[in-house]
């Protein structure tokens, strides 16, 4: 049942938004009583969070395999395209994780370790790479937020139609370019 609700929340979410997603439209969606999804959440924060916390499992899971035992710099690249075709491909998902009426991850500590452990996906392979010598030393959580923002940045653009809007091209060809031009930045260079 708790899966089923989930399901419901996301294709509802897809259709009308996170704004608009109520328990009984889900109840509704699922073919149970209304106050049924309340056995499995105590409101809609809560079935937002579970929503949300699905979605970091499979973004984490999507990041590690694209990670694969890549060099950093590669690492780098592969896990930023990887997260953009997570978003498009995951729209629903994406904007329940970091779009507005989200759940507060500091209010569900499940949704805020796995967000955590995302996120530390690409601190680690920074670490990596500054460890290799291949990138710069610099503070690994503050690249890992300018990192992050590039990527979440073109992600939205792409799943709110804006790159097809002024005539860009697909967002994996911008991913792909984007991350190699933030990899080549942060490349280590001779003396520095």
Same mark, same amino acid.
């Given at each position: 049942?708790?899966?089923?609700?989930?399901?419901? $929340? *996301?294709q509802l979410i897809a259709e009308r938004g996170v704004e608009a997603l109520?328990?009984? %439209?889900?109840? &509704?969606?699922? @073919? !149970?009583?209304?106050?049924?999804?309340?056995?499995?959440?105590?409101?809609?924060?809560?079935?937002?969070?579970?929503?949300?916390?699905?979605?970091?499992? $499979? *973004?984490?899971?999507?990041?590690?395999?694209?990670?694969?035992?890549?060099?950093?710099? %590669?690492?780098? &690249?592969?896990? @930023? !395209?990887?997260?953009?075709?997570?978003?498009?491909?995951?729209?629903?998902?994406?904007?329940?994780?970091?779009?507005?009426?989200?759940?507060d991850p500091q209010s569900f500590p499940a949704l805020f370790q796995v967000?955590?452990?995302?996120?530390?996906?690409?601190?680690?392979?920074?670490?990596? @790479?500054?460890?290799?010598?291949?990138?710069?030393?610099?503070?690994?959580?503050?690249?890992?937020?300018?990192?992050?923002?590039?990527?979440?940045?073109?992600?939205?653009?792409?799943?709110?139609?804006?790159?097809?809007?002024?005539?860009?091209?697909?967002?994996?060809?911008?991913?792909?370019?984007?991350?190699?031009?933030?990899?080549?930045?942060?490349?280590?260079?001779?003396?520095?």
């Amino acid at each position: 049942m708790r899966r089923a609700l989930i399901q419901a $929340a *996301l294709q509802l979410i897809a259709e009308r938004g996170v704004e608009a997603l109520t328990l009984r %439209e889900v109840a &509704q969606q699922v @073919g !149970v009583s209304r106050m049924a999804p309340y056995r499995h959440f105590a409101d809609k924060a809560a079935l937002l969070a579970a929503v949300a916390e699905e979605g970091f499992r $499979a *973004l984490k899971a999507q990041l590690l395999q694209a990670a694969g035992h890549l060099e950093p710099v %590669e690492r780098l &690249q592969a896990i @930023g !395209v990887a997260y953009v075709d997570y978003a498009v491909t995951h729209a629903a998902h994406y904007r329940v994780m970091f779009g507005t009426g989200r759940a507060d991850p500091q209010s569900f500590p499940a949704l805020f370790q796995v967000a955590a452990e995302t996120f530390d996906v690409l601190v680690q392979t920074l670490v990596a @790479g500054q460890q290799s010598g291949t990138l710069r030393a610099t503070e690994p959580k503050q690249q890992a937020q300018i990192a992050w923002s590039l990527v979440h940045g073109l992600s939205m653009l792409a799943i709110d139609g804006h790159l097809t809007a002024v005539g860009c091209g697909s967002a994996a060809e911008l991913a792909v370019e984007a991350t190699r031009s933030l990899a080549e930045g942060l490349r280590r260079q001779d003396g520095t």
